[in-house]
Structures are given as C-alpha cells and as structure tokens.
C-alpha cells in the first residue's frame, strides 16, 4: 500500500508588509501573584471579544503549569504601540510594574520589515532569545519596542 502524498498548503501575507508577530509570556512565581494571572485571563477574554484595532490574531498556549504564552499577529508596529499605550494594557502594564506580586513578564517581538526584539522582566530563567543572547539592561531607547527595533 502506497503512503498518501501530505497535503502540504502555505500563507500569503504579502498584504501585511509590516506585520509584527509578538510572543508573551506571563510566569507566576507566587501565590499572592494569583489575582494578577486571572486579571490578565479577563484582559485576553476582552480581546477576544473586541480586537483591537490592528490586531490579526491572537492565540494561547500553556508552557509550564504556572506558565502562560500568547502569540499575537499585528498588522504594523503602530497598532501594536497603539494598543500597549492606552488602557487597559497601560493601566495593567503601570500596576504590574509597581508591584510584580513575585510575578514575571516577558515579550519577544518579530518585524517582517527586519529585526527582533525582547524584554524580561523578573523572570529567573528568561525564554526564547534571553534563554542565549547576552543581557543588556534596558534603559534609555532600549524602554521601547520601537527603540529595541532600531526605529
């Protein structure tokens, strides 16, 4: 019996020339950091029912039982940066910061118009690009998407 050739098909994203793909990782490292781990399972339910202006797509995954994932597909760095500065997200984004509640975050970004980018924060073993590339401290133009893309 012969094995039945895969059915193999492909994407043309030629329509999103500046389309950026972001992973995000949310690590609960405590159980006071509980609450902010649902808050942030009550900001991805809102997404989901209400995109945001340039977002694609955006979907889960679980990576260790106290470790959750999303990857999103914006349409430009613009909606991305749009979507982080207003609130919710910059509401969440100041209250996390000020207090982590032993919790940690971190983000890589991936620009089809070239160059990728990544932040962490408290995180004890950082993922994905920070798990071989050398730390920098992020400061200055390093704070920003932007300014890590070289923009």
């Known amino acids: 019996m012969q094995a039945k050739d895969a059915r193999r ?3 043309d994203v030629s329509a999103w020339p500046d389309m ?3 992973l995000l990782g949310f690590r609960v490292g405590a ?13 991805l339910a809102a997404i989901r029912r209400s995109p945001p202006e340039g977002l ?3 979907d889960g995954a679980l ?15 613009e909606s991305l940066e749009a ?9 969440w984004w100041r209250a996390f910061l000020a207090d982590r509640h032993g919790n940690g975050f971190w ?14 924060v408290d995180m004890p073993e950082p993922p994905g690009l920070g798990a071989f ?12 998407s932007r300014g890590r893309l070289g923009r």
């Open 9 to 11: 098909v492909t994407v």
């Open 20 to 22: 950026v793909v972001v």
């Open 31 to 43: 159980l006071r950091g509980l609450p902010s781990f649902l808050s942030i399972g009550r900001g």
């Open 56 to 58: 694609l797509h955006s």
């Open 63 to 77: 990576y260790a039982w106290n470790h959750v994932g999303i990857r999103q597909y914006w349409r430009d760095l």
């Open 83 to 91: 979507f982080t500065r207003a609130d919710p997200h910059s509401d």
């Open 107 to 120: 983000h890589e970004a991936y620009s089809a118009r070239g160059g990728m980018e990544a932040i962490y």
């Open 133 to 144: 590339a050398p730390a920098v401290a992020a400061q200055g133009r390093l704070l920003s």
